[in-house]
């Protein structure tokens, strides 16, 4: 990338190096027109991201815990009040025909890293081939954000959406592929015309979370600039043609939010481009991912805040347990038990996920509901048969388990559980569950208790070995590109009973809170591990963290090239095992791990990584900054 900066027109905005030349169909005149015409709402999401990280700090300081709002206080950003937004007593949504059955939808980024048109864009085929509902094209925790990873995912999708060249040719082979293993795994066939299968899934697309900064665009003044906004504009004003010409909605996931305000900027932001664009009011539809503990505290005031844009809610796993995690980290007596045990139904999450689906079915005035869409099923049906076999009931169970608690549908990983998991929806038949009677949302202080509700549950050296394992693979994964990847255990390589799991940047954000807290809380095993002389009731100390660090590093190190890229082993692990380390065993707990590995991303130097890491600790330390710009715009 040539050492040189470029200004749009208006001179609000600066683009990185020579990209504008080499992605004239992605960074075009009327994207740049529409992200100018947004760039004012960036101070906005400044003072929203600071008054995050306040709350939180005041969490940390004065033991606060999240509660409800006052019910006489107006949504901000909205002359809503908490109380009628708690009424319904708002214009929600209509639920367009292409969202009214979502039984599965996927999710998954539309290019690979380093990869060509045609090689990235054989993962959009597979999207629109597999016969999902629906398809979330992510920008966020699975797109890898090396070089220019999100400029190539937009270019990808526009060709893509727009069914150009090269993309049918591309399907044309990805379909013959994925018939190829139906029936090896189903005795059939699965796409009977590719043509006609394009047609049958809705886009979707998420963009990255207001707490991130984009990598290609800033600010004027050499500051960071939103990447939501780069995302949202970008995708929306190269595809509402495309997507409107062929009568679909336009339809976005928006992640990460905490609060109604937040819910209210991206709405205000969604309204902005939309005007700029000539399209009508609420044209743009949004689901929300609840994956935050504070935004489960104000369903009712983020579908206010959203109104007639909003579809939807999802339950994600990963992004929620991390942060319960987080908000509850000052809190001594809250300590997780192994990730493994903490399902859907265990304490917190079950009430949670109670919360969620009484809100999408309290009505508005209009008599409107949502919908509720359920968490991801990260298995992939590749491994023994009895491993297989074992993994695909558990993932059907669970399945069925959403769908009979209210889910309308729920996400997978990969195109290849589409047909395992979609038959659940099949069989109930019904297009959704929109309107299902569920009990009234109370607002109890019971009710604001039991969000944080644990239950007893292992906690082991095995759960400890695990979360280590996995966060050090994800990490040397995103420093290679690679933001969703298929990972397991480094004690279960070669191991093919145990099936890999589809995991993305939650996964790595969860398993470093939850061991940042069992060290920092000295968190006590249940059980006794002979191997490490653990005995039960015994703590995670930092030496014990030192050593079983040591271990799992060494064991990835000698792993083979197919479960650990070899390329990696003195590259990005190394800056991997830094971060984790600096991380878990700093008496200050970084808001997120994603902010530790944008900063070093496409840098091989572990010097460089550590001044980065220190960097960012003293900065937030000092005054809360969250260090987020890219520090190689000017490269």
Known sequence: MASKTTVTGSGRLQLRGNVQQHYPDVLTPAALSALEALAGFDARRRELMQARIARRSARFKEGRRIAFLDPAAVIGGTNITVQQAREGRFDGSEIPADLQRQWIQGTGPATKPRATVESGIRNVAY???????????????????????????QRNLAIAL?????????????????????????????????????????????????????????????????ASIVDAGIYVTNNHQTLRGQGRSIVLYLPKIQTAEEAALWNDILGALERHLGLPVGCVKVYVLIEQLEACYQLMEIRAALACRFAGFNTGRWDYINSVADALAWDPAFQNPNIDAITMTYGYMRIYEDRVRRAVNTPDRNGRFALWQGGMEPNIPVGSEKGVTEAMKRATAGGRREQQAGASGKWVAHWKMVHIVRPVWEEAGALNQLGRSFPPLTYTEQDAADLRLLEPAPRTMRGARDLLSVALQYGNAFGRGFQAAALKPADFFGNDDVLYLMEDMATGEIRLSILWEWLHKQARFTEADAASGVKAGDPLTPALFDKILA?????????????????????????????????????????????????????MDLATARQRIAAYFAAFGRDGTRLTANPDFSE
């Open 127 to 153: 999207a629109l081939l597999s016969g999902a509902d629906g398809w979330m094209f992510d920008g966020e925790d699975a797109l890898g954000q090396v070089d220019t990873m999100s400029l190539d995912n």
């Open 162 to 226: 727009a069914l150009k060249e090269p993309f049918l040719k591309v399907a044309e082979n990805v379909a013959s592929e994925m018939n190829a293993w139906a029936k090896g795994f189903f005795g059939r066939a699965i796409v009977t015309d590719w043509k006609r299968q394009l047609d049958f899934t809705t886009r979707i697309f998420r963009p990255r979370g207001l707490h991130l900064d984009d990598r290609h665009l800033r600010a004027a003044d050499g500051g960071g600039f939103s």
């Open 551 to 603: 271990e799992e590093y060494d064991k990835l190190r000698r792993a083979k090239n197919k479960d650990v890229h070899d390329d990696s082993k003195d590259t990005t692990l190394p800056i991997a095992r830094e971060i984790v380390a600096e991380y878990v065993k700093h008496s200050l707990k970084a808001p997120w791990y994603v902010d530790l590995l944008n900063l070093n991303l496409n840098n």
